[in-house]
Every structure is written in C-alpha cells, then in structure tokens.
C-alpha cells in the first residue's frame, strides 16, 4: 500500500517535504475526520464508521492502514485510537476547528451584508491607486 511519507514525491512536493507529505495525507477523503473522530475516545471499526457518516468499509480499511502506517492511529483492545504522535498532531489541528466555527459565522453573517461592500470598495480604492500611478509615470 502506498501513503504519503516525508521524503519520497507526493501530491505538491516532487521532494517529498514533510508538510506536503502531512497535507497529502490529511487532504485524502476522511483522514483528518478519522483523526478528529479518534481524538475523543477510542472506537471499534463499526463506531467509527459511524462517526464518519457511514463511510464506506472500503474506504475506511484504505484510510486505517494509510493512518497506522504514518504511526498517527493504531489497534488497541478498545478498538483504533491515536497514537502519542496522533495526538501531537491533534493538539495542533483542534484550534482550526475552534476557528473554522468562527470562520463559518463570518461568512454567514458577513458575506451578505458587508464584506461584498468592503470588496468592491478596496479593489474600487486599488484601482483609483494603479491609475492614478499609471497617470503619474506617463
């Protein structure tokens, strides 16, 4: 089975840098959901499917494998769970999760009311600025 490691060429990186190889392999359908689903407690194949929506049980094999073989996740008597190394990386992922709700609300709200008003005013400002340039070099 072939996963992205630090190292060896993957989706972005021809040398294999480490975050590539990170992003390649979170980027995969479900990784970083088996990842944030395994970060509360450890869950039997059957749960864990479950936490995902009912992913399929094709893809998930594919995605526990990929993720025992990167040492992020592994089989305990409990069922699958995060490693040290799992939950390292879970520290640093759960504040963009804490941002993203933020995030989302900012759009919601935003969007609509005034964030399209403060676009169109600064590439409106952009443009005075580049022509009024523009007038000034000829």
Known sequence: MSFPVPGKPVRGSKTGKPIMALFDLLGRTWAL??????????C???????????????LLNTRLKELKGTLLIE???QGYALTVVGR????????????SMQW??????????GIKS????VIHDN?????????NNE
């Open 33 to 42: 959901g088996i990842v944030w689903n395994l970060s509360k407690t450890a």
């Open 44 to 58: 039997t194949f059957r749960e864990l499917q479950s936490r995902c929506e009912n992913i399929s049980p094709t």
């Open 75 to 77: 089989k305990t008597l």
């Open 88 to 99: 390292e990386l879970f520290a640093l992922i759960e504040p963009m999760g804490q941002w």
């Open 104 to 113: 989302a609300t900012y759009l919601d709200n935003d969007i609509d009311d």
């Open 118 to 121: 403060d676009i169109t005013h």
């Open 127 to 135: 443009n005075l600025a580049k022509n009024t340039e523009e007038g």
